[in-house]
């Protein structure tokens, strides 16, 4: 299957603080990315549907201005936890669809925010 | 709004049992996918079902799509302590089935195979 990158995989930041979360899509073109969050025990979330070279798409009750999304390539979209609180930490997961049959999924990051 | 519900959403087996696992879904989604998620990792696809009547079979996991009636099973034979995982299933799509790629989870299902 086609392979997706996260980085990082875990981090930890300080309270106030600004995190970037990376998803590549290493051997195929995506126009289209999606980020879920996963709280524990819990199901996926999708977050917000990220376009290559135009505004992603939240879900309802998403904070378009705390999670900031970048898809400023066919293979690269960013997440950006700005002013992180402890109540952000979570497992964030990026998708990116290959336009076929599929979306195929990254890794993940654990953000723990102290 | 697209709904995904599995049942049961807890699922203690013995080795050697075989248990089926629900995923009922609200929209006219024909597609659909199971994944395999461990502690701590991210998602292992398992299954990708794109059609009405669609079975499709890998070791001892069997998937199984019905779209008029809006359900699929996870059929899982002679289980073995190594399925031992939490098992989602997700319909693609929004409510109106046109966004390929977007997925709904259902709540997953906690499985947990004992000697």
């Known amino acids: 299957g086609a392979v997706v990158s996260q980085h990082p995989s875990w981090v930890i930041c300080k309270s106030g603080t600004s995190v970037k979360i990376e998803c590549r899509s290493l051997?195929?073109?995506?126009?289209?990315m999606f980020w879920y969050r996963q709280f524990p025990k819990q199901s996926l979330m999708l977050m917000a549907t990220?376009?290559?070279?135009?505004?992603?798409?939240?879900e309802q009750g998403v904070e378009k201005d705390k999670f900031l999304i970048n898809h400023a390539s066919l293979t690269l979209s960013t997440l950006t936890v700005t002013s992180a609180h402890p109540e952000d930490s979570s497992f964030y997961i990026c998708s990116a669809w290959t336009g076929l049959t599929e979306a195929f999924f990254g890794q993940g990051t654990r953000l723990t925010v102290v | 709004e697209l709904k995904v519900e599995q049942n049961p959403l807890f699922l203690s087996m013995q080795e050697g049992k075989n248990y089926t696992i629900y995923c009922n879904y609200s929209?006219?989604?024909?597609?659909l996918y199971w994944y395999r998620q461990d502690p701590g990792k991210s998602l292992e696809s398992l299954f990708v079902?794109?059609?009405?009547?669609a079975v499709k079979q890998e070791g001892r996991l069997m998937a199984s799509l019905d779209t008029k009636a809006r359900l699929s099973t996870l059929h899982i034979t002679a289980a073995v302590h190594d399925l031992s995982a939490t098992y989602f299933c997700?319909?693609?799509?929004?409510?109106?089935?046109?966004?390929?790629?977007?997925?709904?989870f259902g709540q997953g299902t906690i499985l947990t195979v004992h000697p």
């Open positions: 051997d195929f073109q995506a126009t289209t």
């Open positions: 990220s376009n290559e070279g135009s505004k992603a798409t939240y």
């Open positions: 929209t006219t989604s024909d597609r």
């Open positions: 079902l794109l059609s009405n009547g």
């Open positions: 997700a319909v693609d799509g929004d409510a109106g089935g046109t966004s390929y790629g977007k997925l709904t």
